[in-house]
Nanobody, 118 residues
Framework: VQLQASGGGMVQAGGSLRLSCAAS?????????MGWYRQAPGNQRELVAA???????NYADSVKGRFTIYRDFAKITVSLQMNSLKPEDTAVYYC????????????WGQGTQVTVSS
């Protein structure tokens, strides 16, 4: 399983960005859970949002109401729509996937930088 993330960039506070992550062909049987983590300098990696094989979502409290996670089961992709971005959202964002709906970390994509200026 390989995950390819895209969509990071720089935006002013209040703006929006959309991150996308695509799993390699043939990965469907190995993936149930998909999501996004982020890591800011000096901080631990934290879960931002996740979506399981039943479409149930989980969000960090800090992004609830601003971020929305989407999943295309057929294309094995996961996207993160980020609205009302704040400077504290600045981090490297990582796509992750797992064969279990109760874990998220068996597979990782490369990080994509999100920078929010004030």
């Amino acid at each position: 399983v390989q995950l390819q993330a895209s969509g990071g960039g720089m935006v002013q506070a209040g703006g929006s960005l959309r991150l996308s992550c695509a799993a390699s062909a043939g990965s469907r049987d190995y993936i149930n859970h998909m999501g996004w983590y982020r890591q800011a300098p000096g901080n631990q990696r934290e879960l931002v949002a996740a979506i399981d094989s039943n479409g149930r979502t989980n969000y960090a409290d800090s992004v609830k109401g601003r971020f929305t996670i989407y999943r295309d089961f057929a294309k094995i992709t996961v996207s993160l729509q980020m609205n009302s971005l704040k400077p504290e959202d600045t981090a490297v964002y990582y796509c992750a996937a797992d064969g279990s709906d109760y874990a998220l970390g068996s597979y990782w994509g490369q990080g994509t930088q999100v920078t929010v200026s004030s």
